[in-house]
């Protein structure tokens, strides 16, 4: 059993450093089109902001959660500790009731939690792979703004796991649409947009969506096969504590059998003298 935690803490650990290259890679250009929809979105005069389906204030009656979670288990608590949050999220922190937020599950294991719980998610995406790419988020992008854009939903949320280090991965909820524009957006005006800034954010809304996904999936990736290589580093760990453990427990029993052999054997000398 060591031997095969200890296989898939080193498989775990290769195609971590490989996930981490790529979140790391990826965060500056995410918070670069973030700055730059909301730089936008400040710039384009109100009248024509209320053109924009993706950025239309309503309302929230019903809303929809996307949960990115893994395929496969054997890391930890990780995907337990991201359900937990959205399940959180979904009791105690939304005005509408339970039964007014969809799931859209993107993983097996989110979707197995809620079938089991007797709430089929309204859509569900698995194998994912560990090299996402955006062809392949697609349909998830496109659920998510055409319940939008249709008024099925008020609000869409994104629940995941965000990549601190190897150690420390943290469940989060982001908005995702309506899109609103963060904290500073608007502080740098000396862009020349062409033809104009509402044209510009007309292409680059439906992109901000996706690279918002597409950004969540890759943290979440990092953080499953760091949370994996710790959880069969532990596993390894322990495997070899009990094997240490059962090593003394035999050599204590086979002494004693000796020992008990041995007198055996001198008290029947002692008796035949």
Known sequence: MAQVTRAMEMVAASKMRRAQQHVLATRPYAERIRAMTGDLATMTAFEERNQFPLLIQRPVKRSEVILVTSDRGLAGALNTNVIRRTVHFIQDE??????????????????????????QPAASFVNMGDRPTFESIRPIVRVAIDDFTSGRVDAVFLAYTQFINTLRQQPQIVQVLPI????????????????????????????????????????????????????????????????????????????AQITREVSEISAGAAALG
Do not use: H
């Open 180 to 255: 609103t524009a963060p904290p500073g957006a608007g502080a740098v005006t000396d862009y020349i947009f062409e033809p104009s800034p509402a044209t510009v954010l007309e292409a680059l809304l439906p992109r901000f969506v996706e690279v918002e996904i597409y950004q969540a999936l890759l943290e979440a990736i990092a953080s499953e096969q760091s949370a994996r290589m710790v959880a069969m580093r532990n596993a390894t760990d322990n495997a070899r504590e009990i094997v240490s453990e059962l090593t003394m427990t035999y050599n204590k029993v086979r002494q």
């Open 94 to 119: 939304r005005p509408e009731s339970i039964n007014e937020v969809d799931i859209v599950a993107v993983g097996r294991k989110g979707r197995d939690f809620f079938n089991r719980l007797g709430r």
